[in-house]
């Protein structure tokens, strides 16, 4: 076999094997493709993996419906790994610029590797069978929406309930990939002078429409070689995500707290925004995510106060010094955030809502004794789904009656009859992210 061969075969076998690990196993995409990918040392057949194995968790759904037309029978539990080897190729074929004789040869190649020979003819002719009849295929598929735009069922129901005009276009942003989009760190540049050193070296990018410290790509780039990357001039950061720091507008000295903060992005936002000069509690609960905390901190060249615990329990790490201001960015579905995470259709479950929202109400609930009467404390999650967003601090406004809303004025978000101001995914390059700012009423 010549090593451009074995390069093909290669990918699509480390590409079955994170599948795998993702579909049957149930671990994260963030956790298996990274390690999966590092057994490249080139840099196309490592981006080639990586979009074979996003693309195919991301139409997982649709692809497994068309895979359902093309068997005559379902394969069985322990043949996942055929089950998915198809899913690979019919993924090539549908979505990818591969040859149609190279996507089916080279993935029947696969076949060897998982030492089942009598899987060789069934992937073959599945595949086979499916450009033979492909149109036909998909437009009996597709008269499904949750196969067509490869959701959940109870995700789709869910979406349709909550947005009956846009349910669509959310289930289509979804699949698209999302844009790269930084942050200045306006602690050290400005947009400008950051825009011009991007120029100068041929990087195409623009100003953000609905931040003021945002810059979005035009393309995927290496990130770590642009200008000012090592002084930490600029931080990769979603714009509905840098919101956060710009509705709350830290000022120098406000005793500010940031819960569940790792990574750190809207921790080292708010930073910035307040010229380094607010005093910031970071709090998360998972000690090991504190670590990446800490390193954007250094290399940002910021400074921040940053502890493990639990939002929900005050007792535990609280010095009883009332906060000014508070981010509560809290756990949530991240059904904000599937164009980044596909994995997340295949994860999340709607007994999970249910769970998360006890959790954010609990949080919630916990933390609104800490903040000083005419203290601010945002409301956030990157979810669209109303239980986790309006109708959580609906029930919380009527549970707490020193709480009230603070109307938001984000023009890229939708209007909401109720509390709080929604981003859809894909608005402007965005992620789906929720907002409400609460105000503890003055005691008279």
């Keep these: 076999m010549d090593q451009q061969a074995n390069n093909a075969l290669n990918s699509r076998f480390i590409a079955l094997k994170i599948c795998l690990t993702v579909v049957e196993n149930g671990r994260s995409l963030s956790q298996s493709l990274p390690e999966g990918l590092a057994q490249f040392s080139d840099r196309r057949e490592r981006n080639f993996t990586q979009n074979l194995v996003l693309g195919t968790i991301r139409w997982q759904a649709r ?93 789709f129901k869910a979406l349709r309930k909550a947005y009956p005009d846009q349910w669509a276009e959310i289930m289509q942003a979804n699949n698209e990939i999302a844009p790269l989009t930084l942050r200045v760190n306006r602690h050290q540049q400005s947009r400008d002078e950051f825009l011009a050193k991007l120029s100068k070296q041929g990087i195409e990018a623009s100003a953000h429409p ?42 120098a000295d406000e005793r500010i707290l940031d819960a569940c903060a790792a990574p750190g992005g809207k921790t080292t936002h708010l930073l910035e925004v307040s010229d380094n000069q607010a005093k910031v509690l970071a709090l998360e609960v998972a000690e090991e995510r504190l670590e990446r905390l800490a390193e954007n901190l250094y290399r940002l060249d910021l400074e921040a106060d940053y ?22 960015d809290a756990p949530c579905s991240a059904t904000g955030i599937i164009r980044r995470h596909p994995d997340i259709k295949w994860h999340r479950t709607a007994e999970d809502i249910e769970a998360l929202v006890e959790t954010q109400a609990s949080i919630l609930q916990a933390l609104w004794p800490t903040l000083k009467p005419g203290g601010k404390l945002l409301y956030a999650t990157c979810s669209v789904l109303p239980q986790e967003n309006t109708l959580q601090i609906q029930q919380f406004l009527q549970q707490t009656e020193d709480a009230e809303e603070i109307k938001l004025d984000l023009s890229s ?20 992210f929720y907002y409400c700012l609460l105000q503890k009423k003055q005691v008279q």
């Design 63 to 155: 692809l497994e419906a068309i895979r359902a037309q093309l068997l005559k029978k379902p394969l069985k539990a322990k043949d996942e790994d055929v089950n998915q080897l198809i899913l690979l190729g019919l993924y090539q074929i549908l979505y990818m610029d591969t040859p149609e004789h190279a996507a089916v040869g080279e993935t029947v190649a696969v076949v060897n590797k998982l030492k089942k020979p009598w899987a060789k003819g069934l992937v073959n002719g599945v595949l086979r069978n499916f450009l033979r009849d492909k149109q036909s295929i998909c437009d009996e598929v597709d008269l499904k929406p949750a196969q067509r735009y490869s959701h959940p069922q109870w995700l």
């Design 210 to 251: 609905d931040s003021e410290h945002g810059i979005i790509l035009n393309q995927s780039a290496d990130i770590s070689q642009f200008p000012t990357y090592e002084e930490g001039g600029f931080s990769v950061q979603d714009g509905a995500a840098q919101q956060a720091a710009l509705i709350l507008q830290p000022q």
């Design 307 to 328: 502890q493990v615990g639990d939002a929900s329990q005050p007792d535990q790490w609280w010095d009883k010094q009332p906060f000014d201001k508070i981010l509560l």
């Design 413 to 432: 978000a939708i209007k909401l009859p109720t509390p709080g101001s929604q981003f859809l995914p894909g608005t402007h390059g965005m992620d789906g």
